[in-house]
């Protein structure tokens, strides 16, 4: 993989390394100060350049990552630690694993729990109390 370094926006730079899905939700995330570098909002024009690090909210996720170049083009999953390298502390991760483990769960078309199935659920709810 040839590394270019081109003055690209973070916006767009945020797309091609697939932190976000698509350019107008990395747009979005800077418009609405959900990037940050040194505790400032970045607006989505501003460049990127090599060995600076962002703070990125992605839903309860507050991702620290530092850029190392880069790509001409929007790259592959297995790529990606080409172009930044992710800081984030793994606590970070477990903390938003234990955020979404603390709701309920129905696999998707088990359809509506049953009145027998309901009073299991509340009966386990009041033994866990």
């Known amino acids: 993989m ?44 501003k460049d990127v350049k090599t060995n600076e ?19 001409k083009n929007r790259v592959g999953a297995a790529l990606v630690p080409q172009f930044y390298t992710d800081l984030t502390p793994p606590e970070e991760y477990e903390r938003v694993k234990m ?10 078309g088990d359809g509506r729990p049953t009145k027998r199935d309901r009073r299991q659920i509340e009966y386990l709810k009041e033994m866990y109390r």
């Open 2 to 45: 040839e590394f270019v370094n081109l003055n690209i926006r973070i916006d767009k730079w945020l797309w091609m390394v697939r932190v976000f899905k698509t350019r107008s939700l990395a747009t979005e995330a800077c418009n609405a100060g959900k990037v940050k570098m040194n505790g400032n909002n970045v607006k989505p024009s």
């Open 99 to 108: 955020l979404n483990l603390s709701f309920e769960h129905r696999d998707h």
């Open 53 to 71: 690090i962002y703070n990125i909210k992605i839903g309860q996720l507050d991702k620290t990552v530092q850029v190392i170049d880069t790509p």
